[in-house]
């Protein structure tokens, strides 16, 4: 079967759509109840098609701490300059308007599978029937030495964006002319394998138009990456001599830095640099952790329905 956009739309809206099905039904407590913990692409989206396909007869309540989410796909464009910050910005206020959903800006501390409630930061407590986690990503502790969340605003991660992607770019633009960029991408797997190579190419562009004899530095503990025969061959064609990437076989998997120095070590050839950016190993949000479905790293799911494996 060709799946085209009409036919992935009604697939997607089915399996949201499950969770309207009698296994749903309230147990003395009206409505049937779903509670939906991160309001990124997919929580805020599986919160608004259960909400609209039930035409109200499931009560959703959507659990986002922050009241602006910026969304990680385009912020290399906002790097780039080919976009506003504001173009990637969205808030709630649809969702509660026109579909109903109790959104509630508070951190979940907590998830109890047995008694079936979430525990928010302000104390209160939330009972329901179906959870939905979309629990976005959190970063793995001492994965690049040198480097911890407390430092990234001097070397920014940008991996969720909004004011690290403000920094991010701020700091390219002040860049001493003929200064120097570097990146230390991530190993595997990761959010949005493209992601680290798609941001190498807007700073290249960015560079090419306001520091031109700046330099590119990508530290990398992967052989190979996403699309790597095209973004070489783009950078080839555009930005020839500007960057450089270290794989692994030249130690781009033995990477150190040092925040204040503004220094980064690979393979003990210590570089001074004037930007860098930090995208350490990552795992699932903490949420996930908290609500113990994760195996290692991350949670893992049934790829039909995307249920988890560990509490289907």
Same mark, same amino acid.
Request: glycine share 8%.
């Given at each position: 079967m060709t799946?085209n956009?009409?036919?992935?739309?009604?697939?997607g809206?089915?399996?949201?759509?499950?969770?309207?099905?009698?296994?749903?039904?309230?147990?003395?407590?009206?409505?049937?109840?779903?509670?939906?913990?991160?309001?990124g692409s997919?929580?805020?989206?599986?919160?608004?098609?259960?909400?609209?396909?039930?035409?109200?007869?499931?009560?959703?309540?959507?659990?986002?701490?922050t009241?602006?989410?910026?969304?990680?796909?385009?912020?290399?464009?906002?790097?780039g300059?080919?976009?506003?910050?504001e173009?990637?910005?969205?808030?709630?206020?649809?969702?509660?308007?026109?579909?109903?959903?109790?959104?509630?800006?508070?951190?979940?501390?907590?998830?109890?599978?047995?008694?079936?409630?979430?525990?928010?930061?302000g104390?209160?407590?939330?009972?329901?029937?179906?959870?939905?986690?979309?629990?976005?990503i959190?970063?793995?502790?001492?994965?690049?030495?040198g480097?911890s969340?407390?430092?990234?605003?001097?070397?920014?991660?940008a991996?969720?964006a909004?004011?690290?992607s403000?920094?991010?770019?701020?700091?390219? &633009? *002040?860049?001493?002319?003929?200064? #120097?960029? @570097?990146? %230390?991408?991530?190993?595997?797997?990761?959010?949005?394998?493209?992601?680290?190579?798609?941001?190498?190419?807007?700073v290249?562009?960015?560079?090419?138009?306001?520091?031109?004899?700046?330099?590119?530095?990508?530290?990398?503990?992967?052989?190979?990456?996403?699309?790597?025969?095209?973004?070489?061959?783009?950078?080839?064609?555009?930005?020839?001599?500007?960057?450089?990437?270290?794989?692994?076989?030249?130690?781009?998997?033995?990477?150190?830095?040092?925040?204040?120095?503004?220094?980064i070590?690979i393979?003990?050839?210590?570089?001074?640099v004037?930007?860098?950016?930090?995208?350490?190993?990552?795992?699932?949000?903490?949420?996930?952790? &908290? *609500?113990?479905?994760?195996?290692g #790293?991350? @949670?893992? %799911?049934?790829?039909?329905?995307?249920?988890?494996?560990?509490?289907?």
């Open positions: 799946l956009r009409r036919k992935f739309i009604a697939v809206t089915a399996a949201a759509a499950t969770l309207s099905a009698p296994a749903l039904l309230a147990d003395g407590h009206g409505k049937p109840r779903v509670v939906v913990i991160g309001g997919g929580g805020a989206t599986a919160a608004r098609y259960i909400a609209k396909d039930s035409k109200g007869a499931i009560d959703v309540t959507l659990v986002e701490p009241r602006s989410y910026f969304t990680c796909y385009f912020s290399n464009l906002y790097i300059g080919f976009t506003d910050l173009d990637i910005s969205h808030t709630y206020g649809t969702l509660a308007a026109k579909y109903g959903i109790n959104v509630v800006h508070d951190w979940a501390v907590d998830v109890d599978r047995d008694s079936k409630t979430v525990s928010l930061a104390g209160a407590v939330l009972p329901y029937d179906k959870l939905i986690l979309s629990p976005g959190d970063f793995v502790e001492d994965a690049v030495p480097w969340v407390a430092e990234q605003n001097k070397m920014p991660h991996y969720k909004g004011s690290q403000e920094l991010l770019k701020a700091q390219i &633009m *002040a860049m001493p002319e003929g200064g #120097r960029f @570097a990146m %230390v991408a991530p190993p595997n797997p990761y959010r949005c394998p493209p992601g680290p190579y798609e941001r190498i190419s807007m290249a562009h960015v560079l090419s138009q306001v520091n031109p004899t700046a330099k590119i530095l990508v530290a990398d503990p992967k052989p190979k990456f996403s699309k790597q025969a095209l973004f070489e061959e783009g950078w080839q064609r555009h930005y020839s001599g500007m960057i450089e990437r270290i794989g692994p076989d030249f130690g781009g998997e033995n990477v150190s830095v040092d925040t204040d120095a503004m220094t070590d393979d003990g050839i210590v570089e001074k004037d930007v860098c950016n930090v995208i350490p190993a990552q795992k699932a949000g903490r949420i996930a952790d &908290m *609500a113990g479905v994760t195996d #790293r991350w @949670a893992p %799911v049934n790829a039909a329905d995307l249920s988890s494996t560990v509490d289907p």
